[in-house]
Nanobody, 114 residues
Framework: QLQASGGGLVEAGESLRLSCVSSKMIFRATVLSWYREAPGKQRELVASISSHDGVRNYADSVKGRFAISRDNSQNTVYLQMDSLKPEDTGVYYC?????????WGQGTLVTVSS
């Protein structure tokens, strides 16, 4: 239902843009989010955007470097990641909440070398 892509191997300081394409219309979603799971750590929320008021929230570790956005016409959620650091390494998952259901993407691996 959600297909994430855009991960890869980059050097510190470089950028990546992750995409998450939904088979369902995202304009009806309540919250759109990106999570990541670093090696040996629990999955954590990286960024989210509320459909109700458009408010974006970011983990403190990515504020000022990452930006979440949406394109309802393409049913796609993006995560622009700039100034990447080795500690950003992990598998990134998109998540979409609708009123009565939730979907997770399959994950896309981001590796940042120092």
């Amino acid at each position: 239902q959600l297909q994430a892509s855009g991960g890869g191997l980059v050097e510190a300081g470089e950028s990546l843009r992750l995409s998450c394409v939904s088979s369902k219309m995202i304009f009806r979603a309540t919250v759109l989010s990106w999570y990541r799971e670093a090696p040996g750590k629990q999955r954590e929320l990286v960024a989210s955007i509320s459909s109700h008021d458009g408010v974006r929230n970011y983990a403190d570790s990515v504020k000022g470097r990452f930006a979440i956005s949406r394109d309802n016409s393409q049913n796609t959620v993006y995560l622009q990641m700039d100034s990447l650091k080795p500690e950003d390494t992990g598998v990134y998952y998109c998540k979409v909440d609708w009123w009565k259901s939730t979907a997770w993407g399959q994950g896309t691996l981001v590796t940042v070398s120092s």
